[in-house]
């Protein structure tokens, strides 16, 4: 591979998100004044979602694309939520990669902020906004990679695709579903990068990467108690708050089956392989299940490592209860709705029926809420982009890389669903590295990852 291949691999891998994002003092170096220009920029451009309105970045996105002369769609179902798409050709040996980011925030309550949400304000060597981690960063770093490799004229084996889509926060429906439903084959591809994973550090030093080639599929379940109305001088049996409590505390306290998947059985042997050997002993605990030191393990993950125990099984969280409207009226319906995160392999028929036993009360109904339809499927490890990726992530941060399953959900889910193999990689900052250094150093590799995985390193001069 040769120095600009090297260089460029590592930026669309490393540069994922805060609600501040650390910079330097204003840089010199054309590069990075291009970039941090792009950056504030698509931050300064409120596409908050709800109520979403995505249409001014995409203008923006596209008028850069067009003075780079690359090729490029816009889709559109809501014309105010529209979803860019662009091209790099290769020749065709390979099929294509995937470059994939959200143009859209979450909400924001800009009371709350000391800096305005959209300002970029830079101080203190920090940007601060709405989207300078989910997903901006990603974005502005998809963005860069495509003209790193247009402006030195990378012999690509594979096109590079890079979509930037509206939604991913709650309108899939005019995002990735459109994309995947209605225009397909202007995104079909081998494989997808794009947001999810991270790299976790100790006193400044990397202990591992992470790369999320899988994710749990969220499923809201409702329970709804109804019982006799009455007045709270005279308890009832049939205290539609009581029977909810109890189903509540039911639910919550159960304990799923514990599966393992590839990426799982990875991810704890691996980290068992770095971890002291108390920590270690715990994780490799885990990959047997329903023993005693299996179980052990898992109560102790529960506590102190809850992130590494929903990983293992489908999990639930009651957080929201809704019941009752004076304290002296027992009410004859309350309500209670169920997070409930499930591994992607799970039944969900078959665990709407186990939960119902758990629960054990005919007084208490419960339905599956409207968020059921996000499909489920996994990358497998044994892929060049994963081992691509792997090799670079080694080099760069000098720590192994592990495969993670998110507990949440990003859009690869569609994508995995299609066909696509679809990964996770993100960046993290240290005290020693400001977040604008790792943002501009990550953007400075980034192609190299792409580059390896689209061509065979070749470059030609303009």
């Known amino acids: 591979m040769n120095k600009f291949a090297r260089r460029s691999l590592y930026s669309v891998v490393m540069l994922m998100g805060s609600a501040s994002v650390q910079t330097a003092e204003m840089p010199t170096d054309p590069f990075e004044a291009e970039v941090l220009r792009h950056f504030q920029t698509m931050i300064q451009t409120?596409?908050?979602?709800?109520?979403?309105?995505?249409?001014?970045?995409?203008?923006?996105?596209?008028?850069?694309?067009?003075?780079?002369?690359?090729?490029?769609?816009?889709?559109?179902?809501?014309?105010?939520?529209?979803?860019?798409?662009?091209?790099?050709?290769?020749?065709?040996?390979?099929?294509?990669?995937?470059?994939?980011?959200?143009?859209d925030t979450v909400n924001v309550d800009a009371a709350k902020w000391v800096h305005p949400p959209h300002s970029a304000h830079r101080e203190n060597g920090w940007i601060y906004g709405r989207g300078t981690v989910d997903d901006k960063d990603n974005l502005v770093a998809s963005l860069m990679t495509m003209l790193m490799l247009k402006r030195a004229n990378v012999v690509l084996d594979r096109d590079v695709i890079f979509l930037a889509e509206s939604g991913e926060e709650g309108a899939t429906s005019i995002g990735i579903q459109f994309m995947v439903n209605e225009h397909f084959s202007a995104i079909d591809a081998e494989y997808?990068?794009?947001?999810?994973?991270?790299?976790?550090?100790?006193?400044?030093?990397?202990?591992?990467?992470?790369?999320?080639?899988?994710?749990?599929?969220?499923?809201?379940?409702?329970?709804?108690?109804?019982?006799?109305?009455?007045?709270?001088?005279?308890?009832?049996?049939?205290?539609?708050?009581?029977?909810?409590?109890?189903?509540?505390?039911?639910?919550?306290?159960?304990?799923p089956p514990v599966r393992l998947s590839d990426t799982t059985t990875s991810y704890f042997s691996r980290l068992a392989a770095i971890s002291p050997p108390e920590a270690a002993a715990r994780y490799r605990a885990l990959l047997s299940p329903g023993t005693p030191d299996g179980i052990a393990a898992l109560n102790y993950m529960k506590e102190f490592e809850p992130r590494n125990a929903a990983v293992l099984f489908s999990t639930i969280s009651p957080n929201i209860i809704d019941g009752g409207y004076r304290s002296n009226v027992i009410p004859s319906e309350a309500t209670a709705t169920l997070d409930v995160r499930m591994l992607p392999d799970e039944n969900i028929e078959e665990f709407m029926a186990l939960l119902r036993e758990v629960i054990n009360d005919p007084q208490v109904n419960l339905s599956w809420s409207s968020n059921t339809g996000r499909p489920g499927a996994s990358t497998p490890l044994d892929t060049e982009a994963y081992a691509v990726i792997e090799a670079v992530f080694e080099e760069f941060y000098d720590a192994p890389v592990l495969p993670v399953m998110s507990t949440g959900a990003t859009d690869m889910a569609y994508l995995r669903a299609s066909g696509i193999q679809a990964m996770a990689s993100a960046p993290a900052s240290t005290r020693k590295m400001g977040r604008w250094d790792l943002v501009r150093t990550a953007i400075r590799s980034a192609s190299s990852r792409v580059s390896c995985i689209a061509s065979c390193g070749r470059t030609t001069k303009s």
């Open 46 to 103: 409120d596409t908050a979602d709800p109520p979403g309105r995505e249409i001014d970045l995409t203008n923006y996105l596209v008028s850069v694309l067009e003075a780079e002369g690359i090729e490029h769609e816009v889709f559109s179902l809501d014309p105010n939520r529209p979803n860019v798409v662009a091209r790099l050709r290769g020749n065709g040996s390979k099929r294509p990669l995937l470059l994939m980011a959200h143009q």
């Open 192 to 255: 997808c990068i794009a947001e999810g994973a991270s790299v976790i550090r100790q006193e400044g030093k990397p202990i591992y990467a992470s790369v999320q080639t899988v994710e749990k599929l969220p499923r809201g379940i409702r329970l709804t108690s109804n019982g006799v109305a009455g007045h709270g001088s005279v308890p009832l049996q049939s205290n539609a708050i009581v029977h909810l409590s109890k189903a509540v505390a039911a639910a919550a306290d159960w304990q």
